[in-house]
């Protein structure tokens, strides 16, 4: 009963630093999301994966790059980390069926800080 | 430009009582709406979703009101308890792709 599994959930890095965030879900979901939650700016959608094969960017994809790598897992990279992307980064699932009533699915989150 | 707006980062209110959390939106494209709740060091969960279609869902304590025509959305919690004391997020889909508000910080006091 895993639901959507983020790892790691916390990281420190130093400005320039490159890291890969994971994300997998085991309930067959097709869409698969990448937020960032920010004090006073909510969760704000980074980039996102409609189906296994297809990436595309949400409202702050810049020094963010992604990977579908099958329908279970969808990781996010920083290549040189800046102290802007200190955040704690969500990722979550959907049916992704284009069925009206679509939810999200979060994992727990990953507390990035960048000194 | 934030689609989805919460004015109210905060709200405090006393055990037993109502809790109003207001939501705006700015795009009338939305058709779907949910409120997550999310409790710190946790992901936020699905709590209750309205269609376009309707001005009402309910479920248990928890009820939802859509006025379209305002592009205003609430939540009520009624009666609140203090379990519900964490941050709800309005959210709308828009063909998978889901906007967030900033959030509002619910505080049931015993």
């Known amino acids: 009963n895993a639901g959507v599994t983020q790892t790691p959930k916390f990281q420190v890095l130093k400005t320039g630093q490159s890291m890969t965030l994971q994300c997998a879900q085991d309930?067959?979901?097709?869409?698969m999301y990448w937020y960032r939650q920010d004090p006073g700016m909510g969760l704000r959608l980074i980039y996102y994966?409609?189906?296994?094969?297809?990436?595309d960017k949400g409202e702050v994809p810049n020094g963010y790059n992604v990977s579908r790598l099958n329908k279970r897992e969808f990781s996010l990279r920083l290549e040189s980390a800046a102290p802007s992307q200190t955040s704690v980064y969500f990722c979550a699932s959907s049916e992704g069926q284009g069925g009206w009533d679509e939810k999200l699915f979060f994992g727990s989150g990953t507390q990035l800080s960048v000194l | 430009d934030q689609q989805v707006k919460q004015n109210s980062p905060s709200l405090s209110v006393q055990e037993g009582r109502i809790s109003i959390l207001n939501c705006d939106y700015t795009n009338s494209m939305f058709d779907y709406f949910l409120w997550y709740k999310k409790y710190p060091a946790e992901g936020p969960t699905f709590l209750i979703s309205?269609?376009?279609?309707?001005d009402k869902n309910e479920d248990g304590r928890f009820t939802v009101f859509l006025n379209k025509s305002a592009k205003h959305l609430s939540l009520h919690i009624v009666p609140s308890q203090p379990g519900d004391s964490a941050v709800y997020f309005c959210a709308a889909n828009n063909f998978n792709k889901f906007y967030f508000g900033s959030g509002t910080k619910l505080n049931v006091k015993p």
């Open positions: 309205i269609s376009s279609i309707k």
């Open positions: 994966s409609a189906s296994e094969g297809t990436t």
């Open positions: 309930m067959n979901h097709n869409s």
